[in-house]
Each structure stands twice: as structure tokens, then as C-alpha cells.
């Protein structure tokens, strides 16, 4: 997903590996990002391009007029079946592949308006209508969507308009008495339904005060850091030979405090789920649902009502806002190469968009620094080896003098900003990467430049002026540090998605699970230094990344933000071999350094228990008994396939789950807790599964008790191995507020509440989906007479 297509990348290696000798050498050791970048793609020949572009043409990104029939048929199956959002998703991608101003785009967003009228999203579906209307909706279809209309206008209060569309509709009517005696009786009864339900409505809200829509409002940064706008005046920004530059707490810091607030400086969504290539298939129209279904291109905003791009169909908006702006910025050039941005892959994606965005910062200003910075040789030394040298300074035009500054990515004045500058100066590690990774980047770079360059070329009008020209080696150069930085420095942008518990449609229980919605650019997360034990926690809203203190920060002590690997999920050989594979360090956290001492023993979440007196088994390749009286003893290879053959069972008893069969589900579950009393720790994680799924089957069944006393246990084995006040415990314990909630057991369900509550508030702040449905539920509660 990150990096090209595999067969892209198997050809790139290929040609690579029968370059000569002498050439390979001038590539693997030239000194400068823009050798390695004009080396490599002199050697980008025709063939190589047109391989390429035969790997992009499997993508449908553009529009195929005939798939709109396709999904519209499609949607109105799930319609039926009333899975409005399904019918939603299909509608908008019959929408994304419609032309403007025909009946086929009209005809999608009537239909798609219908569907959201059934989810109550009346808002959304008055612009459908809108929209559908904008593109020639039929005449005779019109009384319809109109009717649709008054129905959501009056749902919102939104008296008077209803009114005044009532009183058109009429007058429509009496020019046009062509409409069937039959069909213009109907429609005369709904208007009259419609007019007493406007009425109605008028009375109720003479008599009730509007109510206040926003109670919570999310604490802002403390006070204006004057040297990093985007963060907490309790963070400041230093530097040392060891660490490279890196955050520390000025004062004391809370948990649940916001350090860092940052917009992205570039994101990419990310497209899920690779689409086939449709090359010989008999349905070339994909409908399965992915991210791009679903989010925003621009902003990663969730919504069901998609605005596509009048160009392609790849790209779908929230908002017709959102496409304009997106246009303005990226889109126009990347429009016409959706194909080959998928087979190259997002990072190529994120480096392109970078140094598009760039221009915005004045275009001229950054290619000319671009070109002096990138043909500094220093650019691309080792920042980690050497980074006090003043040559990796900043450097900053003040009135046309070239100033020194100390800290890289800062302003003359000292001043670290969320901006191309800053961006510009995170370390590619250009040193770090094999010489063949290096030479894939620079030709997908190449290839990419050289297109962009031909559809300039392709227009004459030159409405938009070419953005390359001369200087497109620069943006080349530009492009494919962006590609090497984005190893160390991408950061995923996530998403909590909340599925329905299986069989479980009419409650409202739901697991959370965190999703990769992008991948952008952030300079200032980007200071932060790992641990494998980190001090704050991040999530994201939109583009826009949020870092609060997981726990207390004294004064002095370095802000730290985990790359990925986390001790609670991971083994210390493990961790270690992913930082030096990916970040090229070696990681020396307190936890690692802990670990790496006692490495026989292994965490609670993967122990062994003694079959006869239930204590922990210690030992390496044999297991033994640590009980005083026991002289047990046990292979570990025969523990681990007994594991191995519970994990089987309980994937089946899920699979048994999803299909609804729970009475089955139950039965083996129930089993399998059996045999892992015998020989696991009641803390491991099998266990937990185990109790998980248990907790989901008497939910679907409505047994909430059963289900909640599961969770409880499940509860146990997360806090044991994530620690008490972790996100993941934070999860847990809001599904079983809601299983306490649905069953209505009031001390219970206030009681997990505050606790999910104070857990999740450190993580996500007063402002997320979860703690306002947490409040919600607490006021339902309080407000329910006492039984
Ligand atoms: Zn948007
Ligand atoms: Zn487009
Ligand atoms: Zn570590
Ligand atoms: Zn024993």
C-alpha cells in the first residue's frame, strides 16, 4: 500500500540487479539526493514507462457512463432489503462514474436522498435533492423528491420553507393539470398530511425554547507556545548529539493534558483494500466498500453522502467545498493520474502532493531554495551522527540574506512551524536505505515527473501554468526526499470505527476498532521521539492530530509518542528488529532495557499454569513447576500446539458467531475455557478472546448479565496486559457500560461509566463520539425513575 505495486517493484529490482557494476557504484555511492536522482532516472527508458502505464490502466479511475445503470440497479437491491447504508455507498459510486447534467447523475442522488431520508440524516438528504435537482431530475419525478422534501424540512423545524414549498407544488399543479387524475389525488392528500404536520409542529415549538445543541467544549491548548504554535506552552523544543531534536516538559504536566494539536501538512487518504484489476473480468465494477467510500479525499471527514470529482472517479469529497479547495491545491494535477498514483503506491502519492502544496508557500522562493539546499551536499548527511554541526542549520532569507539558525526546520527566529520548511528539513536517512530502494523511489519519481510534464504539455490553452518545466529535476530531487523521509517520518492517520457486536442488530453495543484512514505528513508530531513505553497518547479528528499526556509528566522529562511497536503487544527481539528495520535505531526505553535482562521470563498475557497445582510454569525450552511442592514439568513445544489448536477452536466458535449460530458458539467456547483452565494463565490473551467472544454471544442473545459477567473476565486479561488506564482498557470498558446500560442495571452501568469515562477522557479529550455517548447515557440513567 505504502510502497509501489509488487510488480512494479519486482521489475525496478530486476532492472536494477542487471545494471553493470560501474553504474550500480555511481548510484549506490553519489553523494547527493540529486545524483542519485538524475543517475537513476537517466535510466528510466520508454519500455519502463510503458510497463508502467499498462500497470495503471488496471485501475477504473476514470468514468464509465455504464456503470451508473449498474450501481443504481445494485442499490436499490439493498434498498429493498433495507440496508440503507449499503444502498447509500452503491448510489455514490454510481454517482462518482455519471458525467454532470444527465439523468444518470440525477437519477443517483434522488435515490441516494431516499436512502438517507430512512437513516433520518435529513440534512443530507435535502442536499441530495438539491443536487439531484441541479442535474435535471426529471419533470415528472419531481413531485416525488419534492414531497421528500417538505417530509425533512419539516422533521427539522424548518417550518416556513416547507410552507413555501407546499404552496409551489400547488401552483405547479394548477399550471400544469396534465398530471394523472389518479396520481393527483395522491399527491393532494400528502400535501394535506404535510400541511397539519407543519401546523402541528408550529404549535409544539411556540410553546418549547430551542434547546443547546453543544455542551462540551473541548479544552484548547493552554496558553500560545511562542516557539511551536501548534503546541502546549508546557513543551519546548531542544536538541543534543544523542537524541537529534526532541520534546521536553517545561512544568508538570497532568494526564489527559493536550500538548500537541497539528493539522496535517499533507495527508493522503488511503485507499483500503486494493481494487482488482479488472483486466478479463466479466464485472469490472467493484462493490465492495472502501475508505474512499466512505471519507473524505480532502479532509477524512465520514460521511454517507459523497460529492465525486467532475473529472474522475476515484476522488469523492464531503462537500462540493471540499472538492473546490481540493482542486485548487493537488487535485488538478493528480486527477488525471489516479491509476498511476495507486500502482505507485501512497508514498509516492504523499511526496507528490508535498511538493504541490509547496507552491502555495511561494512557489519561486521554495524552488529556489530547494535547489540550493539540494545541491548542499550536507542535506543529506546523517543528521543522527552529527546534528550540532552548524552546517545542518536551517537555512532562513531574511531581506536576501542567507541567516544560520541552530535548530533544523526553524525560522530565523527560532520559531518551529507546521510548514513546507519544517517539512522539508526531516531526515530522508538517505544513507540508511539499500541502493536498490533508492533507485525504485527515484524511477517512480521519474515516471511520475515525466507524465505530470506530458499532461502540461497535453494542454495548450495553458490555463494552468506548468508547474515543472525547467526546474523539474528540482521537483523531482523534492519529491524523492519526501519518498525516503516518509519510512521514519509517515504517520498513520487513524480512525475509531464502532461495528454492531455480531447477531446483535437492535442494541446498540458496539466494539471499537482503531482503522488506518491516511497517511500524512505531521513536522511536529514528528519531533517526538520513541518509547516503547510512551508518556502520551494520540488521535486524530479529520487531518488534524491530537497528543495528550497518558500519564504524568514531571518537568524535565522527555515527551515521548510510540512509533508502533508497544511493549504491551510485542516482545522485546521483536520490537527491537522493527525500529532498527524501519527507523535504524536501536532502542534503549526503560522497558526495553528491563526486558532485555530477564528474558526468560515472558509477559502474564502469553504464561503457562501447572496442570496439577495451577502455579506458574518458568523455564526455557522445559517448563517447570514454581509451586514449592510440585515437581511438574512440561516441553513448551507441547504447551504452545495446544495453544495454537484453542486459538483454532476459538476462531471457528467466531465464524459460528458472524453466522448467528450462537447456541453453537456457545457450546465450544465454553469447551475450549474448560480445557485453558487446565494449562494457561487466567490472565492470557487466548483467555481473554475466549471471554470476548462468550460476552458477544449472550449479548446477541440479550442475556446481559451473562454477557457482562464474560466481559468482566475479558476485562482482566486487557488490563493485565495494556495496563488499567490504557486506550484499549478505555475500549472495553465502554462496551460494557453499554451492556450494563442495555440491561439496566443503573449502579453498575453509572459505575463503568465513570471509569471508561476517566480513562477515555485522558486519551480522547471531552470531545469524542465516545465520551459525549458516555454522557448521554449517564443523563438517560440519572433521568429513569428509581424502580
Ligand atoms: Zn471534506
Ligand atoms: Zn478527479
Ligand atoms: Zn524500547
Ligand atoms: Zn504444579
Not at 37 to 57: C, G, R
Not at 64 to 73: G, L, S
Not at 255 to 263: N, R, T, Y
Not at 507 to 522: C, D, E, K, P, Y
Amino acid at each position: 500500500m505504502d510502497l509501489p505495486v509488487d510488480e512494479w517493484k519486482s521489475y525496478i529490482f530486476q532492472k536494477w540487479s542487471l545494471l553493470p557494476k560501474s553504474i550500480q557504484d555511481t548510484i549506490s555511492t553519489a553523494d547527493t539526493l540529486k545524483d542519485i536522482f538524475l543517475h537513476s532516472s537517466s535510466l528510466l527508458q520508454p519500455e519502463d514507462e510503458t510497463f508502467l502505464k499498462s500497470l495503471a490502466s488496471g485501475y477504473l479511475v476514470g468514468k464509465d457512463p455504464n456503470a451508473p445503470p449498474f450501481y443504481r440497479e445494485e442499490g436499490n437491491k439493498k434498498f429493498q432489503k433495507k440496508d440503507y447504508v449499503g444502498a447509500t455507498v452503491l448510489y455514490s459510486k454510481g454517482i462518482s462514474h455519471a458525467r454532470p447534467h444527465t439523468a444518470d447523475i440525477s437519477l443517483c442522488y434522488a435515490n441516494r436522498s431516499a436512502a438517507l431520508f430512512y437513516m433520518d440524516e435529513y440534512e443530507m438528504c435535502l442536499k441530495d435533492i438539491t443536487r439531484a435537482q441541479m442535474h435535471g431530475y426529471p419533470e415528472s419525478l419531481q413531485p416525488k423528491v419534492t414531497l421528500r422534501k417538505v417530509e425533512c424540512l419539516v422533521t427539522l423545524g424548518r417550518l416556513q420553507e416547507a410552507g413555501q414549498t407546499i404552496r409551489d407544488l400547488e401552483s405547479n399543479f394548477a399550471a400544469k393539470p396534465t398530471v394523472a387524475a389518479a396520481q393527483f389525488q395522491i399527491l393532494q392528500r400528502n400535501l394535506c398530511r404535510l400541511k397539519m404536520k407543519v401546523q402541528e409542529r408550529e404549535r409544539l415549538t411556540a410553546t418549547f425554547p430551542t434547546t443547546l445543541t453543544k455542551i462540551f467544549e473541548d479544552m484548547d491548548l493552554r496558553e500560545v507556545n511562542e516557539q511551536i504554535p501548534c503546541a502546549s506552552s508546557s513543551v519546548s523544543l531542544c536538541m543534543d548529539p544523542l537524541r537529534g531534536r526532541y520534546l521536553i516538559a517545561t512544568e508538570d504536566i497532568l494526564p489527559g493534558e493536550l500538548l500537541l494539536k497539528e493539522d496535517a501538512f499533507v495527508s493522503v487518504l488511503n485507499p483500503g483494500e486494493r481494487p482488482p484489476l479488472h483486466q478479463g473480468l466479466a464485472n469490472k465494477w467493484d462493490t465492495r466498500v472502501t475508505n474512499g467510500d466512505l471519507y473524505c479525499h480532502r479532509c477524512l471527514t465520514h460521511t454517507l453522502a459523497m460529492v465525486p470529482c467532475d473529472g474522475c472517479s476515484y476522488a469523492k469529497y464531503c462537500s462540493h467545498e471540499c472538492m473546490q479547495q481540493a482542486w485548487g491545491l493537488y487535485h488538478n494535477r493528480e486527477c488525471p493520474l489516479g491509476g498511476l498514483l495507486l500502482t505507485l503506491g501512497i508514498f509516492c502519492h504523499v511526496a507528490l502532493r508535498a511538493t504541490l502544496l509547496a507552491r502555495f508557500e511561494g512557489a519561486s522562493k521554495v524552488i529556489r531554495k530547494l535547489s540550493s539546499e539540494i545541491s548542499n551536499k550536507d542535506m543529506c548527511s546523517p543528521e543522527s551522527e552529527t546534528p550540532l554541526r552548524s552546517d545542518l542549520g536551517g537555512e532562513s532569507e531574511e531581506n536576501g540574506n542567507i541567516v544560520q539558525t541552530p535548530v533544523p526546520g526553524c525560522d530565523v527566529n527560532g520559531k518551529y512551524e507546521n510548514n513546507y520548511n519544517a517539512v522539508f528539513h526531516l531526515l530522508p536517512h538517505t544513507e540508511h536505505h539499500s541502493p536498490e530502494y533508492k533507485f525504485l523511489c527515484a524511477l517512480s519519481v521519474s515516471a511520475l515527473c515525466r507524465q505530470l510534464e506530458a499532461a502540461d504539455s497535453s494542454k495548450p490553452d495553458a490555463a494552468a501554468p506548468p508547474i515543472l518545466c525547467s526546474e523539474l529535476s528540482t521537483w523531482g530531487v523534492a519529491m524523492l526526499k519526501h519518498m525516503l523521509q516518509l519510512q521514519c517520518n509517515a504517520q498513520a492517520i487513524t480512525t475509531i470505527q464502532q461495528t454492531a457486536l455480531s447477531g446483535s442488530e437492535e442494541n446498540n453495543v458496539t466494539n471499537s476498532r482503531q482503522v488506518r484512514l491516511a497517511t500524512g505528513i505531521f513536522p511536529v508530531v514528528s519531533l517526538l521521539n520513541h518509547s516503547c513505553s510512551p508518556n502520551t497518547s494520540m488521535s486524530f479528528v479529520s487531518t488534524v492530530a491530537t497528543v495528550r499526556a497518558s500519564e504524568k509528566i514531571a518537568k524535565g522529562q522527555e515527551i515521548l509518542h510510540c512509533y508502533g511497536p508497544h511493549h504491551s503487544r510485542m516482545a522485546v527481539a521483536e520490537r527491537q528488529q522493527k525500529l532498527r528495520a524501519q527507523y535504524f535505531f536501536d532502542c534503549s526505553c526503560p522497558v526495553c532495557q528491563k526486558e532485555k535482562h530477564r528474558a526468560t521470563v515472558g509477559p502474564r498475557w502469553e504464561a503457562f499454569c501447572c496442570g496439577r497445582c495451577g502455579a506458574l510454569l518458568q523455564g526455557g525450552d522445559v517448563l517447570s513447576c514454581g509451586g514449592t511442592s510440585c515437581m511438574e514439568s512440561v516441553s513448551r513445544d507441547h504447551l504452545i500446539s495446544r495453544v495454537q489448536d484453542l486459538q483454532r477452536q476459538v476462531g471457528g466458535a467466531q465464524k459460528l458467531l458472524g453466522n448467528g449460530q450462537l447456541e453453537q458458539a456457545i457450546q465450544l467456547l465454553l469447551g475450549c475455557r474448560h480445557d485453558a483452565e487446565n494449562f494457561l494463565s487466567p490472565e492470557h490473551s487466548v483467555v481473554g478472546e475466549m471471554e470476548d467472544a462468550l460476552a458477544q454471544a449472550y449479548a446477541a442473545l440479550g442475556d446481559w448479565q451473562k454477557s457482562a459477567a464474560h466481559l468482566q473476565k475479558s476485562l482482566q486479561v486487557v488490563e493485565a496486559q495494556h495496563g488499567p488506564s490504557s486506550v484499549e482498557m478505555g475500549h472495553e470498558l465502554f462496551k460494557l457500560a453499554q451492556l450494563f446500560f442495555n440491561g439496566f442495571a443503573i449502579p453498575e452501568a453509572l459505575n463503568t461509566i465513570e471509569r471508561a469515562e476517566k480513562v477515555l477522557l485522558v486519551h480522547y479529550g471531552p470531545c469524542s463520539d465516545e465520551i459525549q455517548e458516555l454522557q448521554k447515557m449517564k443523563s438517560c440513567l440519572l433521568d429513569s425513575p428509581p424502580i
